[in-house]
């Protein structure tokens, strides 16, 4: 039996991007689930860390951070670098918190929010974004269509504010999304530098720009650069 209130909240999803899309989720969300690991992807870290430079004011984005098993993890890969955590779950931020200030971590910082729409622009050499923009329970129910869960339109929205706050020639790592980053919107303004193996994909599925469910075999890309010239991304 459907909880009190389901019908109504479908109907306020339908018209608003910004309303609940599921019961228990709050609004810009799309994994429920806050399941991490240290140095979770470290052959995507390393990959990253060999494509940006040694040194140098570097600023990097983990986005849907949890309780930020991924920001210490890329301390460990980026020394000097300003690293950011941003989750929508306020009590993952201040477990973030707590545990930077027992290790007086220098350089961390941790915000609560649903986007990345006040962070600046041009201003991160690199974005992290790892099983967030996904929904593991559609997976695990076999679901043809991925509305009124997720939506392709919010997954586009989110990847162009990415793009944004992006430097020119920066980096944008995606992993574990219930659509493809080649569908976007601002796909034209970046150029794929890396895919993953078969066995270094999550057994997820994946949705087209109408929300349905795409036969045929998976999309392995993971690691894109902006270029240097992205028209299409407003400043």
């Given at each position: 039996m459907k909880p009190p209130g389901w019908s109504f909240l479908k109907q306020v999803a339908r018209s608003s991007r910004s309303a609940l899309r599921r019961v228990g989720a709050?609004?810009?969300?799309?994994?429920?689930?806050?399941?991490?690991?240290?140095?979770?992807?470290?052959?995507?870290?390393?990959?990253?860390?060999?494509?940006?430079?040694?040194?140098?004011?570097?600023?990097?984005?983990?986005?849907?951070?949890?309780?930020?098993?991924?920001?210490?993890a890329?301390?460990?890969?980026?020394?000097?670098?300003?690293?950011?955590?941003?989750?929508?779950n306020p009590e993952n931020i201040a477990l973030c918190r707590q545990r930077a200030h027992r290790k007086a971590s220098e350089g961390l910082r941790f915000v609560t929010a649903a986007s990345t729409e006040d962070e600046r622009s041009n201003s991160y050499d690199a974005i992290f974004c790892l099983a967030v923009l996904c929904l593991g329970d559609l997976t695990a129910s076999g679901a043809l269509r991925?509305?009124?869960?997720?939506?392709?339109?919010?997954?586009?929205?989110?990847?162009?504010d990415f793009a944004r706050c992006l430097k020119p020639s920066g980096l944008l790592l995606l992993?574990?999304?219930?659509?493809?980053?080649?569908?976007?919107?601002?796909?034209?303004?970046?150029e794929t530098l890396l895919e993953a193996e078969p066995d270094q994909m999550a057994p997820d599925v994946q949705f087209d720009r109408q929300n349905q469910l795409l036969p045929g075999p998976r999309y392995r890309a993971v690691a894109f650069r902006k270029r240097t010239a992205a028209p299409s991304v407003p400043v």
């Open positions: 709050v609004s810009g969300q799309f994994q429920t689930y806050s399941h991490t690991l240290p140095d979770r992807y470290p052959w995507l870290f390393r990959f990253a860390a060999s494509q940006l430079p040694a040194s140098g004011n570097l600023r990097v984005l983990s986005f849907g951070c949890s309780s930020g098993e991924e920001v210490f890329l301390r460990r890969y980026f020394p000097q670098a300003e690293i950011v955590g941003i989750d929508v991925s509305d009124p869960h997720l939506y392709f339109e919010d997954f586009d929205a989110v990847l162009t992993h574990t999304t219930n659509f493809r980053f080649c569908d976007t919107s601002i796909a034209q303004d970046f």
